[in-house]
């Protein structure tokens, strides 16, 4: 009964869309107690059928998605989310006009601009779905949902294929949630290079950096085809500054490791302390340094991974993650012996932790959030004060980098806390 209410209420939605490219919907009803929509006939193809003969050209491309996206930004303006757009989803009459069809998947929220909705499934056509689709509980559906759509399809448009494709939906999902899109060019060396600009801004995994609306899209892809500047191809100064210290859609991985890294951050200050004590009473061994960093640090890391795979299965980028910290853990051990074998003394190179420490804090800023490119400066400067205070270096570089790990884990520990109350 639940679901046939909906269906009614977000039928009789679809059914007052009154737009010349959507496909019309002149009634519904229940026969033999089954739902139907009696629908305008359209003799054409489909663009999932047009696509299996190659890329459509560009001028094409964008005048069949300019169409469809005015379309969308009608259905959005009357608070109607598509959530399935999709090349099967766009008819193709005789005459090469475009139309939007199936609103089977459709969410109505009337009065809305922006409508949201949480769903405990995941919604949509995986190649073609948005990442916050993807997510299915972790994410919210809006407008800017159907936007990515519309870019996934101006994609396969132009290269022939969508911009995810794995072996089995969920692969592809995952591709959805985790990777980049190949730049359209590589795969079609033919591609308008304002084209692409307009499908890759669609497909931003942060929602704020795709267009606004599907009426922006829109606006675009006419700018295109009237040999006008696309907006997709400004860049100011303001937004660089503003996307360089931004999170990437990786970031969210970070929620399974803010409680981690607070207790990494206690673990490294430990340690760090430990062995400038030790400098004060056996300044000339290195072995004593190289036993604490491997057998105690290094069971703490294995007690750490150990943890994060309890919460459930580790993403790609958190191995990539892992790597790089291995390697710095390796740096940190292998040091002692390298002074020795250089005649120095033990914790002379201890300054050139922190530039390990920041190149760490460097990468992960590159894959994951922006505001790792603070703690990676004040890592590399911090390896100046261990090199104007040898005796005191160690604790130096315990406790700026166990403060960096530790603030870090907070803020990301905070927000998991706040989406499993708000969830």
């Given at each position: 009964?639940?679901d046939?209410?909906?269906?009614?209420?977000?039928?009789?939605?679809?059914?007052?869309l009154?737009?010349?490219?959507?496909?019309?919907?002149?009634?519904?009803?229940?026969?033999?107690?089954?739902?139907?929509?009696?629908?305008?006939?359209?003799?054409?193809?489909?663009?999932?059928?047009?696509l299996?003969?190659?890329?459509?050209?560009?001028?094409?491309?964008?005048?069949?998605?300019?169409?469809?996206?005015?379309a969308?930004?009608?259905?959005?303006?009357?608070?109607?989310?598509?959530?399935d757009m999709?090349p099967?989803?766009?008819?193709?009459?005789?005459?090469g006009?475009p139309?939007?069809?199936?609103?089977?998947?459709?969410?109505?929220?009337?009065?809305?601009?922006m409508?949201?909705?949480?769903?405990?499934?995941?919604i949509?056509?995986?190649?073609?779905?948005?990442?916050?689709q993807?997510?299915?509980?972790r994410?919210e559906?809006?407008?800017?949902?159907?936007?990515y759509?519309?870019?996934a399809?101006l994609?396969?448009?132009?290269?022939?294929?969508?911009?995810?494709?794995?072996a089995?939906?969920?692969?592809?999902?995952?591709m959805v949630?985790?990777?980049?899109?190949?730049?359209p060019?590589?795969?079609?060396?033919r591609?308008?290079r304002?084209?692409?600009?307009i499908?890759m801004r669609?497909?931003?995994?942060?929602?704020?950096?795709r267009?606004?609306?599907?009426?922006?899209?829109?606006?675009?892809?006419?700018a295109?085809?009237?040999?006008?500047?696309v907006?997709?191809?400004?860049?100011?100064?303001?937004?660089?500054?503003?996307n360089l210290f931004?999170?990437?859609?990786?970031?969210?991985?970070?929620?399974?490791?803010?409680?981690?890294?607070?207790w990494?951050?206690?673990?490294l200050?430990?340690?760090?302390?430990?062995?400038?004590?030790?400098?004060?009473?056996?300044?000339?061994?290195?072995?004593?340094?190289?036993?604490?960093?491997?057998?105690?640090?290094?069971?703490?890391?294995?007690v750490f991974?150990?943890?994060?795979?309890?919460?459930?299965?580790?993403?790609?980028v958190?191995?990539q993650?892992?790597?790089?910290?291995?390697?710095?853990?390796f740096?940190?051990?292998?040091?002692?012996?390298?002074?020795?074998l250089?005649?120095?003394?033990?914790l002379?190179?201890?300054?050139?932790?922190?530039?390990?420490?920041?190149?760490?804090?460097?990468?992960?800023?590159?894959?994951?959030?922006g505001s790792?490119?603070?703690q990676?400066?004040?890592?590399?400067?911090?390896?100046?004060a261990?090199?104007?205070?040898?005796?005191?270096?160690?604790?130096?570089?315990?406790v700026?980098?166990?403060?960096?790990?530790?603030?870090?884990?907070?803020?990301y520990?905070?927000?998991?806390?706040?989406?499993?109350e708000?969830?």
């Amino acid at each position: 009964e639940v679901d046939r209410k909906r269906f009614n209420a977000e039928a009789s939605a679809a059914i007052r869309l009154d737009h010349p490219n959507i496909v019309p919907i002149y009634e519904i009803g229940e026969h033999n107690g089954r739902p139907f929509f009696c629908m305008k006939l359209i003799e054409g193809e489909t663009l999932a059928q047009r696509l299996t003969r190659g890329p459509v050209p560009a001028r094409r491309s964008a005048q069949i998605l300019s169409d469809i996206s005015d379309a969308i930004g009608y259905a959005h303006d009357n608070g109607v989310l598509h959530r399935d757009m999709k090349p099967s989803n766009i008819l193709i009459d005789a005459d090469g006009v475009p139309y939007v069809a199936d609103f089977g998947l459709a969410k109505y929220e009337p009065g809305r601009q922006m409508s949201l909705t949480r769903s405990g499934a995941v919604i949509g056509t995986p190649s073609y779905m948005a990442p916050e689709q993807a997510a299915g509980t972790r994410g919210e559906i809006s407008q800017a949902s159907d936007v990515y759509s519309l870019g996934a399809i101006l994609y396969h448009m132009l290269t022939g294929r969508p911009p995810f494709m794995a072996a089995t939906p969920v692969d592809t999902v995952l591709m959805v949630l985790e990777q980049d899109p190949i730049a359209p060019r590589i795969l079609n060396r033919r591609v308008n290079r304002s084209l692409e600009m307009i499908a890759m801004r669609c497909l931003q995994k942060p929602r704020d950096l795709r267009y606004v609306s599907a009426a922006a899209l829109a606006d675009d892809l006419r700018a295109f085809l009237s040999n006008q500047p696309v907006s997709a191809r400004e860049g100011r100064l303001g937004q660089v500054v503003t996307n360089l210290f931004r999170e990437t859609h990786h970031a969210a991985v970070l929620e399974n490791w803010g409680l981690l890294w607070m207790w990494h951050s206690l673990v490294l200050l430990v340690t760090c302390v430990l062995t400038n004590v030790m400098y004060k009473f056996i300044p000339d061994n290195p072995w004593p340094y190289v036993l604490v960093w491997t057998l105690g640090f290094g069971a703490w890391v294995g007690v750490f991974w150990f943890m994060r795979r309890q919460m459930g299965p580790v993403t790609f980028v958190e191995r990539q993650i892992a790597h790089v910290w291995a390697a710095s853990l390796f740096c940190v051990v292998l040091l002692f012996p390298i002074e020795k074998l250089l005649g120095m003394g033990v914790l002379d190179l201890a300054p050139v932790l922190g530039l390990v420490a920041g190149g760490t804090f460097l990468i992960k800023a590159g894959i994951l959030s922006g505001s790792f490119y603070i703690q990676a400066a004040i890592l590399f400067l911090t390896s100046f004060a261990m090199a104007m205070f040898p005796g005191y270096a160690m604790s130096i570089f315990g406790v700026v980098s166990a403060a960096c790990f530790f603030f870090s884990g907070l803020k990301y520990y905070r927000r998991k806390i706040l989406q499993s109350e708000s969830g």
